[in-house]
């Protein structure tokens, strides 16, 4: 059972607009930045937004996140078939001190 | 280019230590925690722990009996030890930087490739 709660799955067709939720506590989410990661099988996971809405260089800007509350989301537009992956969410737990992760989201192009 | 190479056994038996490590290649070794992640097959993913640049460590509180973590500055590594391990602890290993602000301020901005580590009789 993760701190975070991500849906395990979601799907779209290609050019459609997608979000993935991510639901927390006020100790993690409430009170700390929430980060993305995007991971295909079999290699290291890759950050995808930092600091609740940022984008690191090189990371398309169809991809953007949110926060608000003890929530956060994260939003692909124009979904291509290159975006299946899977997604989690991380922030820091002040209660647990330490990170946590979200269970992770299967994002199938369909 | 930051790049984290990771090496360690990969095949353990019950009750054996794990031991990976971590060296930090083309960047500076402070202002930053050094974390190790695991992920189980087919499931998501587990921090495991942190040190920083001064020996500081955090540990996740169901591991926390058996995990140290350590650091090298002089050889710009940091390792993981893992004791009496079990079938429940084979996975994935990775180990990552997040910088305490820039570039990218508590986030794993750099990772490494990943240690199969699998426990088994």
């Known amino acids: 059972q993760s701190v975070l709660t991500q849906p395990p799955s979601a799907s779209g067709t290609p050019g459609q607009r997608v979000t993935i939720s991510c639901s927390g506590s006020?100790?993690?989410?409430?009170?700390?930045?929430v980060n993305w990661y995007q991971q295909f099988p079999g290699t290291a996971p890759k950050l995808l937004i930092y600091?609740?809405?940022q984008r690191p260089s090189g990371v398309p800007d169809r991809f953007s996140g949110s926060k608000s509350g003890t929530s956060a989301s994260l939003a692909i537009s124009g979904l291509q078939s290159e975006d299946e992956a899977d997604y989690y969410c991380a922030a820091w737990d002040d209660s647990l001190i330490g990170r946590v992760f979200g269970g992770g989201t299967k994002l199938t192009v369909l | 280019q930051v790049q984290l190479q990771q090496w360690g056994a990969g095949l353990l038996k019950p009750s054996e230590t794990l031991s990976l490590t971590c060296t930090v290649y083309?960047?500076?070794?402070?202002?930053?925690?050094w974390s190790w992640i695991r992920q189980p097959p087919g499931k998501g993913l587990e921090w495991i722990g942190e040190?920083?640049?001064?020996?500081?460590?955090s540990y996740t509180s169901s591991l926390k009996s058996r995990v140290t973590i350590s650091v090298d500055t002089s050889k710009n590594q940091f390792s993981l030890r893992l004791t009496s391990v079990t079938a429940a602890d084979t996975a994935v290993y990775y180990c990552a930087r997040v910088p305490y602000r820039l570039p990218y301020p508590d986030a794993f901005d750099i990772w490494g490739q990943g240690t199969v580590v699998a426990v088994s009789s």
């Open positions: 600091v609740n809405n």
């Open positions: 006020n100790s993690n989410i409430g009170t700390n930045n």
């Open positions: 083309g960047g500076s070794f402070s202002f930053y925690y």
């Open positions: 040190v920083n640049d001064s020996g500081r460590t």
